[in-house]
């Protein structure tokens, strides 16, 4: 299951560029929390403790207990995170309240284990679906699910349907979307024989020399 990690935050009345210029110079970064019966609140958080709890994380989707000075303390969600393109220093945080006895939806990281037999036998493992969307409680959040691919055969594929999920978590994307599958390998292409290139080419065309007296008229 997912962890569920503590995070100081603090209610920010301000809002706009300028403010949002000034809460980021004194270490902080601006976010807001959502819920579907509440206004939205904006909030600030450490820069320091955000990225922290990031880069300990497997994926952003992380369920969090946001301590808000002044305020309740709330259950929510890290719905989404906005980098800096080139310093990927956290620049934004939108937080989704959920409540405890409420099924919520979030992307988990799909990851494969075991050694497929199609890689064994020269195919190539291929993962078009990188993460999945579940329901569940917030306590019953997995943090990733694997899936072995160990008996996966070249040709063959294992679906969102094949993939055993942990108990009280069920998945939202289509069943039939495929999640891994071995390809076949490459082909190589098989080298070609002088005599063939030489074949290929065609007969060599060699010129009449001139007469020697021919050319000195020439000259």
């Given amino acids: 299951m997912a962890k569920q990690v503590k995070l100081a935050a603090q209610i920010r009345p301000e809002t706009g560029r300028t403010a949002v210029k000034k809460i980021k110079s004194l270490g902080f970064v601006p976010a807001v929390i959502y819920s579907h019966d509440e206004t939205p609140v904006s909030l600030k958080v450490s820069e320091r403790d955000i990225t922290t709890v990031l880069s300990h994380a497997v994926g952003e989707h992380l369920l969090v207990d946001l301590e808000i000075a002044g305020g309740a303390n709330r259950l929510a969600l890290i719905q989404e995170v906005q980098h ?102 490459a082909a190589i292409p098989e080298p070609v024989a002088p005599a063939a290139e030489e074949a290929a080419a065609g007969p060599e065309v060699i010129k009449e020399k001139k007469p020697a007296a021919e050319e000195k008229e020439k000259k």
């Avoid at 579940?134 to 997995?142: T, Y």
């Fill in 84 to 185: 800096h393109p080139v310093t990927q220093k956290v620049l934004h945080v939108d937080f989704h309240g959920v409540s405890a006895n409420e099924a919520i939806e979030a992307s988990v990281p799909l990851e494969a284990t075991g050694d497929a037999i199609g890689v064994k036998n020269g195919g190539i493992l291929e993962q078009p679906l990188r993460a999945l969307t579940i329901s569940c409680l917030p306590q019953d959040l997995p943090e990733i699910v694997t899936v072995d691919v160990s008996a996966l055969a070249i040709g063959k594929s294992l679906h969102v349907k094949d993939i055993a999920l942990p108990s009280g978590v069920t998945a939202v994307d289509d069943a039939d979307v495929i999640a891994f599958l071995v390809a076949e390998p």
